[in-house]
């Protein structure tokens, strides 16, 4: 049986879901999704993620990690435990997660890792990471 309708007021609250039936994308690329942030942006009057707003994406978040941490940009995002790849990834996942408002699903799928991996490497090695060392997007 179906919902009923939602009642809809000026000022009400909506709480909106945002996924595929069998939690297919919904999305047909970033382009996709950046457009939906900027209606959902324009009808609720709130900011977007800063990184998304200063037209960051996840490759370029990548590109930037690897001059950072003086390794090729490919090797950011294939699985191994070296110590700088190790914390390049963790850098990437904290500001994919913070600044582009991914999931940890969705960077987990990026980099090859499980949700609580990415969710470990962003809060606690990436973000201690970019304190210690003064790391910014900006170059």
């Not at 007021?9 to 069998?22: D, F, S, W």
Request: hydrophobic share 40%; glycine share 8%; proline share 4%.
């Amino acid at each position: 049986m179906p919902r009923q309708a939602r009642i809809d007021a000026p000022g009400a609250l909506h709480h909106i879901i945002c996924r595929g039936i069998e939690r297919r994308n919904i999305f047909k690329g970033n382009t996709d999704r950046n457009r939906f942030l900027e209606r959902l942006d324009f009808v609720s009057g709130k900011h977007l993620p800063s990184g998304t707003a200063k037209g960051w994406t996840l490759p370029k978040i990548t590109e930037r990690v690897s001059e950072i941490f003086g390794i090729e940009k490919d090797q950011v995002v294939v699985a191994g435990k070296q110590p700088d790849r190790v914390r390049a990834r963790s850098v990437l996942a904290y500001w994919a997660i913070r600044d582009l408002a991914l999931t940890a699903t969705e960077v987990g799928k990026y980099l090859g890792l499980s949700k609580s991996a990415v969710s470990r490497a962003a809060a606690s090695r990436g973000q201690k990471l970019i304190v210690d060392q003064f790391l910014s997007l900006q170059a």
